[in-house]
């Protein structure tokens, strides 16, 4: 397919800075684009790019521009969000979505399906299971007693649902991921054993949740573990029973979250970051990446970074000063033998 | 279902103080919780909830009391392991254990499937597989050739079992993970190519281990892998080849053990921490949430944390340090300021 | 079976000190093994347990040598590789390759499968994708729409392969990996809600590649996610959209790599690692287990370690001073005492 800088520009509602005729007919990353490609530039670390990308077509923030020969802009308020449109279009055109049920799957009797719906081959559906209208359950699924799916979800290959698990509308689970799987709760006993605590409880994921590859949510040992309307989740993060994360917070990969703990909205979450379990993060916490979270946070909207974490300011100034402990060790004891020279000296007329 | 105060009291042989006849009919988290709920306060963090919970019956530790009206306490030795025996009577009420084979699945002709087992669709039982009496296989797992499987297991949906494992009694595995991958062992070559060191060993999981979602269990390269009885893994644990594990180890969630490691019994091995290979870990080691264990533990019972880990209390005092040190940093350059300045006048009249 | 040293010692070209009829029936570790085993020594830690192996037969470096009474070793350049060679035997003779397609199994009616070919019960094969010769494609695997895998392969149970990926030959991927998931890319909303950017590119992995258990590889938001030829990956691992991983790479068990980061050739990253995206890290780059690494590393043939990371030499005197940080604050207290005491001695003829 083939598409002029104008028709993209129009569907954008961009700003068209050199030729309106300008075809592409691929989509290629900024740095290794060639004539005939359109690309994007939203992130400042690839705009030194611009004056050397063979794109034809770059789609840019309102503040660059460029006089390269041969090279079309499309200005936008928001680079991302516009480039997130066009690759929506794309995949429109390449996947359409699947429907219909391959054989052989499993069905319990007891089960709904909805209108529209795929279900891949080998798919498992237990009893008094219930998938909405339009959702696409993929080959190796298991969709155990019990569990409510929404409309227009995607559960990819493999995914695991528990019995009793519960989930939205416009959800998408990757492939691996375990939803409801038990917490991990045991009571030592005298002789050193652990007695397995029961995990009754379940997880209710709410609408336009998306939960990446072989990430694992834990059901709760009574009530719900509870992951809100539009949380994204990145893979192989780990939340424990009874977590309770926030509308729209992002984690990223291989974050965990312990027991009980309850996250706010609009949290960042960094990756390989860590949260020990029973506190609660406030409203747009941004947590640094491999940080370690032991406390509660109280205040809204800080950065806090490094293990135990701190506010991200302090912990860079820490850092800093970190890597010139060698120097600062060194100085103290220069200091000290400086001191007790000084010292000997101003002392010695006493002892005399 | 419904039960008095005194039914459960009688059950977890408890002291009951308030009202006997008081009803509940189900059971809900002490800071949620209804009239009719039970509820119970084992961890002092949420003792503060007992003045305004409005749970009717609540399993409390021996210290606690409370005189507000409408609320009864069953007093208790020890408040999880009877919560533990609660949940497990409500588990088996909710949930039957499940028995038959169903179809489609795949049992090889030389396997040999036990009394009373349940086989889910899809699951995959291989060559002289063995299956004990009153184990569950759920759909989707992957039972390899030769591999032994004791009474009372479960393996819950998609767990992969390699040829050759041995599993014991008991044993609960989550979906997802994975028993008897190859271990991570290559030979490198002049070239900075690899060779492969082929994995010929086995995993070997002993009695009562519970192992989570997603966790991994490499094979050894020649003998076993080896988790003794009792050892309960969380979810996303990576266990090198040729590991063993001892009796009544815990590990958390995200955790790492390397190659040829001997973990012993008693330990708790905290989230997201990593250990490297060929070391050994004394009996009764308590290893912080992302520690990072660089050199075998000789000693028994103690706690260890940071990065290369140190004992705990003295890891604490370091980490306080640690966030004091850009004043320490400034007091250094003041003192050595100061220093210099009384140097000068000091000799100053040698200077003349 | 039994072999005699001589055998052995002819197969791997070693040099044979001691009985050359020395018969061996089985291989153990050094520590462990018992008369008629052959075992081996190649990381110097287990040499110390030369003089007390009951093992008959031991490969060893060229340096070793041992007058223990019917005890022979085999020296050899390399003894890890030779090692490899011996069980690569050992592995052909206990685990001959599977062929065959066994039922219920899914292929689509468009897709090509090679000669010689193993596809294990359940296996679902989508449409347009190819399968090479003398591929071994286990129970449970998936392999989505128009995926390409090369001759000599190995899909363990349960791996995951979504649309469009393309696999070289000789690779070797273990149970539950997932490979092309969705990069994790979401344009914030004014309102803090998340429009999704569709991931359209795919995941290219060369030949050689050897991938762990439940090791995640996300599919590029355009263009491709690139493993290049001999890369090895331990188990749960992250690979970011758009990552690049150059050839002979090594990556140890739970590291991370962002998005976009493009990773050189011969590096050896270690458990637990976590890199940021959009950096570039030179070719022979060591990374410590648990290392933080935020930046392009430039410079080849490092080792990098601690958080953030530094060059390794420098980030061991750093750690040993931090653990003498209680001390040195306590000295720099001491310090600024007797520095005031003195100041005020020095200074008091001049108040008066």
Redesign the interface.
């Known amino acids: 397919m083939v598409f002029t800088a104008a028709e993209i520009s129009a569907l954008l509602q961009g700003e068209l800075v050199g030729d309106p005729n300008a075809k592409v007919h691929n989509?290629?990353?900024i740095e290794?684009a060639s004539k005939g490609d359109l690309s994007f530039i939203s992130?400042p670390?690839y705009e030194k790019y611009l004056t050397e990308t063979k794109a034809s077509v770059v789609l840019v923030g309102k503040h660059l521009s460029s006089d390269k020969p041969g090279l079309t802009l499309i200005k936008l308020e928001?680079v991302?969000?516009a480039?997130?449109t066009l690759?929506?279009q794309?995949?429109q055109m390449?996947?359409p979505g699947k429907t219909g049920i391959?054989q052989?799957s499993?069905i319990a009797p007891t089960a709904t399906i909805g209108q529209n719906v795929y279900i891949?081959?080998?798919a498992?559906i237990g009893e008094n299971a219930v998938i909405g209208n339009n959702t696409q359950i993929?080959?190796?699924c298991?969709v155990?007693d019990n569990v409510q799916i929404g409309q227009h979800c995607t559960l990819?290959?493999?995914v695991?649902c528990?019995?009793n698990t519960q989930i939205g509308q416009h959800v998408?689970i990757?492939?691996?991921a375990?939803i409801g799987?038990?917490g991990?709760?045991?009571?030592p006993?005298p002789d050193?054993?652990?007695?397995?605590?029961?995990?009754?409880g379940n997880v209710v994921i709410d609408n336009?949740v998306?939960i990446?590859?072989?990430t694992?949510i834990?059901r709760a040992?009574?009530?719900s573990t509870h992951i809100k309307s539009?949380v994204?989740l990145?893979?192989?993060i780990?939340i424990?029973h009874?977590v309770e994360i926030g509308?729209?917070t992002?984690v990223?990969?291989?974050a965990?979250i312990?027991g009980?703990t309850k996250v706010g909205?609009?949290c960042l979450i960094g990756?390989?970051a860590?949260i020990?379990g029973?506190i609660e993060i406030a409203r747009g916490s941004k947590i640094g990446?491999?940080a370690?979270i032991g406390k509660s946070i109280a205040t809204e909207g800080k950065g806090w970074s490094g293990?135990?974490a701190?506010e991200h300011g302090?912990s860079l100034?820490?850092?800093a000063?970190?890597?010139?402990?060698?120097e600062?060790?060194k100085?103290?004891q220069e200091?000290?033998k400086?001191?007790n020279k000084?010292?000997n000296?101003?002392e010695s007329p006493n002892e005399q």
């Open positions: 989509i290629a990353p290794s992130n670390k928001d991302y969000t480039f997130s690759l929506k794309l995949e390449q996947q391959e052989p499993y891949g081959a080998f498992y993929f080959p190796h298991y155990g990819h290959s493999g695991k528990y019995a998408i990757h492939s691996g375990v799987s038990d991990f709760g045991f009571a006993q050193g054993s652990y007695v397995k605590m029961p995990q009754t336009y998306e990446g590859a072989n694992t834990d040992t009574i009530k539009g994204k990145d893979n192989l780990q424990a009874n509308e729209h992002a990223a990969a291989q965990g312990s009980s909205p609009n990756g390989q860590g020990v029973h990446a491999k370690g293990r135990p701190i302090q100034k820490i850092q000063i970190t890597k010139k402990l060698p600062l060790y100085q103290v200091l000290e400086k001191l000084l010292s000296k101003g």
